[in-house]
């Protein structure tokens, strides 16, 4: 468990696209955030003060995350004097990038110094059990795309914001890295090892109260051949008793491989069901989420309509309009 | 790649269950067998010489096998005398046990000093990539379960020894520990990180010959939740053009777990298909491989009639009557 508050580093980032972990940050968890720490030539700016470490201290930040990714995913040379001076000053670091705090030995030594620690969100760190599928109480909702990066994050988290705001218990669950730096805690489930996939989940979505719900962050599509076996996992580990169908509809192709085709929802619907009810019998389909950015608002409510007249289902964008339909459609069940 | 002929090594095996996948070697690859090294006080025998280190590397031996499993799968140190002996006699040692050999400093420091390779066949040692869900030249078989441990990888097996008798171009590409000690090479894909399995099965199994048959050996079943997502990705990784189903009559549950009860044929036989045209539009189930050692021999030929009769294609226990009329199927694809 990552310590919040966090003062969110941007180091150098060349464009506002780099910084997306660190306004991930900002949109989903304002309150764990006291600043930004920007050095001279960076380009990005997540909406928060610029703050000195020392500010951040004073504001009570506990942890510096590396809210930036450059190219390679790298820790820069450059950014090591002030990740060195966050550690002296008595702050956790974290991060999601390929190249692990780990292994950079300077780090580590400073780290070591000050009696700080170096969290890597991007590696396991949790011997996890294998799965049992035995049932547990509390309710579990999973999105499940038509392909990978379709908003099924963006989904679970609006989710949780609309249900929170209503008075509903509600827990976003990560398994990517940037869902765990967001919240400070979850599964990389993309990296943990085969044998123990399902028994991660089982383990990040615990027994609960009865009207809990825990909104479980979707990796892949059990339609993408390069990662469906996550997604199998996400579907009997986190045995959903509500899956939200998550779709993009302007992608032509499954993501990096040209030569897929994107099933159809009532492909993934009937797909999704048929799995998820080995382990959870009462699982059902409850709503579409649609991710209509690339199109204007005409045509965005169109696409919306269409899929909700051919589906049955409630369709609606959170991007768009919030999470309410969805959320609607999860109270009921 | 490990290097055949083994010796393998059957240490101070307390009963014949133990010297399994010594007996695995055996039985699947006699050719690449030039004796056992027993310990004493070892009740198990293989069926081949009894040899010392001496007279197996006179045989041509280059691998010593550890063909032996002790409770709790550690490499026992009344084994380490003769692991010893072996390196320093020109032998690399191979392993499937929990207990990686490279964990044993002593073992490590020996094979460095004589230029002799440690292999842990329980981990990989492979880059594997990302899976990319390309068409690839040649034809694949892949077994799927009922449940796990219900005779996938001997049907592989069996079906291998029987293509390869007919003259068929036949690979048999393992996906597990005993398998990849048997052949001398595989991916140990449930201990491969989950963003690879389908990439780690792909680089398995790569382009062929347009006549030649991979076998590729099952592992888990899309109906057992633990391990399911190891199932799907060598299902998608795999792109079968057959898929075998497997079964086991007399099992109650599903292995491990008490409150599972056992899918159907025909519901594995509908999941699977449905997810193996995601890649491959032409994959077809062609026959059912049923484990019957558990039956008497009526019981067992009634069971084949029933199944046959029920699904509609040919039931055969490859351990009870050879892989005849799964090979059969599989020709008339």
Redesign the interface.
């Known amino acids: 468990m990552i310590d919040a508050p966090y003062v969110l580093f941007l180091g150098d980032a060349p464009d506002q696209l780099a910084a997306k972990v660190a306004q991930g940050i900002r949109d989903w968890r304002p309150e764990s955030v006291v600043g930004q720490v920007r050095l001279p030539g960076c380009k990005a700016d997540v909406g928060v003060p610029d703050v000195t470490l020392a500010e951040a201290r004073e504001k009570g930040a506990k942890t510096l995350v590396i809210g930036v990714a450059n190219r390679g995913g790298v820790i820069s040379e450059s950014w090591k004097a002030e990740l060195h001076t966050a550690l002296e000053q008595g702050f956790d670091l974290a991060s999601g990038l390929h190249n692990l705090l780990r292994d950079e030995a300077d780090l580590v030594r400073t780290a070591e110094a000050h009696g700080r620690r170096l969290f890597d969100v991007r590696v396991p760190n949790v011997e996890y059990p ?5 049932p547990r109480s509390g309710k579990r909702c999973l999105a499940v795309g038509t392909d990978c990066s379709v908003g099924k994050m963006y989904t679970a988290l609006a989710m949780e914001r609309e249900m929170r705001a209503r008075g509903m218990a509600a827990t976003f669950r990560a398994t990517g890295q940037t869902g765990i730096l967001i919240t400070g805690d979850g599964v990389p ?7 123990f ?3 991660a989940v089982e383990w990040l979505s615990p027994e609960n109260e009865p009207d809990h719900w825990d909104l479980i962050e979707g990796q892949g599509s ?2 993408h ?9 996400l579907i ?2 986190g ?1 959903p008793d509500a899956l939200i169908l998550s779709h993009e509809p302007t992608r032509t192709h ?1 993501r ?2 040209p ?2 085709g994107l ?1 159809t929802l009532e492909a993934v619907r009937d ?1 999704s069901l ?2 998820a009810r ?2 959870n019998p009462a699982a059902q389909v409850v709503a579409v989420s649609v991710n209509t950015k690339a199109l204007g608002e005409d045509d965005a409510l169109r696409c919306l309509e269409e899929i909700e007249g051919r589906i049955g289902l409630p369709a609606a964008d959170p991007f768009r309009r919030g999470a309410g339909r969805l959320v609607d459609a999860l109270a009921a069940v």
């Not at 489930?189 to 044998?195: F, G, I, Q, R």
């Not at 051949?225 to 996992?233: D, I, K, L, N």
């Open positions: 294998i799965g049992n599928g035995a489930l993309d990296a943990v090892v085969a044998d996939m399902a028994g059990l339609f051949p390069s990662f469906s076996g996550v997604t199998m996992a009997h580990g045995q499954m990096g491989l030569h897929f099933p797909q048929a799995l080995i382990v």
